[in-house]
């Protein structure tokens, strides 16, 4: 199945690499069983140790499942795979100025998305975003209305129609409960603006009208950008500021 990468610096690495391009050209299919690692130190022509150091690397990309007993298998790749992937080293570069980098990201990218959802969704998605705005008018948990917030912002990418949008947001959004909750903290009537926006973009869906749920969408956004800049600036003060409208 593999050749000889011969007696170099860095075998492991290129072991790694060439199962996982034959895993990426879909080679080795998901759920496939690797040679045991015996049979991988013969084809590579490389020691036990370069093997399982490469099957370490692979296996912490989520590319390998390494099950005691049974053997090596391609791992079955999902959505949740790349997100948590993005999200986590997202997470991990974070700073002071994480929150409006977010928000800018979102400027770019959100309101192309909504125009894309007002053309393309369905009835079903149409009724799911209807039933989160339903949903954050009832609920008072902070915690929970930064969930609900998040999650109406993925039924949108998901209504657009194209697989990919929620691939590029998720990442992105997955940063916004912790921001959202402080904002919540800090302004007042964050709650009751963020509902009349998401009504807002809901209706320009509803009427199938690109132009109004981009706009909706921006205006949102540039409300939010504002709440979160006031959030920062308050962060380490007790006293809430002034309504953003």
């Not at 795979?81 to 928000?103: F, G, Q, R």
């Not at 990201?105 to 209807?130: C, D, G, N, Q």
């Amino acid at each position: 199945m593999f050749n000889s990468v011969g007696n170099k610096e860095s075998l492991s690495h290129k072991v790694a690499t060439e199962i996982e391009e034959a895993i990426l050209s879909k080679k080795l299919p998901p759920g496939e069983k690797l040679p045991c690692e015996l049979d991988m130190c013969s084809q590579f022509g490389v020691s036990r140790t370069a093997v399982r150091e490469a099957l370490c690397t692979l296996s912490a990309k989520g590319l390998i499942s390494i099950k005691k007993g049974r053997g090596i298998f391609v791992t079955q790749l999902s959505s949740e795979h790349v997100i948590n992937s993005i999200h986590n080293y997202l997470e991990t570069k974070s700073n002071s100025n994480s929150p409006l980098e977010v928000m800018q990201a979102r400027m770019i990218i959100e309101p192309s998305i909504t125009s894309f959802a007002a053309l393309h969704r369905s009835e079903e998605a149409l009724l799911s975003l209807k039933q989160n705005i339903d949903q954050m008018r009832k609920n008072n948990d902070p915690v929970e209305h930064a969930i609900l917030d998040l999650k109406f912002h993925y039924l949108i990418a998901v209504a657009s129609g194209n697989p990919i949008m929620p691939l590029i947001l998720n990442p992105v959004q997955r940063l916004m409960p912790d921001i959202k909750k402080k904002i919540m903290q800090f302004v007042p009537g964050a709650k009751d603006t963020a509902i009349t926006w998401h009504q807002k973009i809901v209706d320009a869906i509803d009427k199938k009208n690109p132009q109004k749920a981009y706009h909706a969408m921006e205006c949102h956004l540039e409300v939010a950008t504002k709440q979160t800049e006031l959030m920062l600036l308050t962060f380490d003060e007790s006293e809430p500021i002034d309504e953003v409208a």
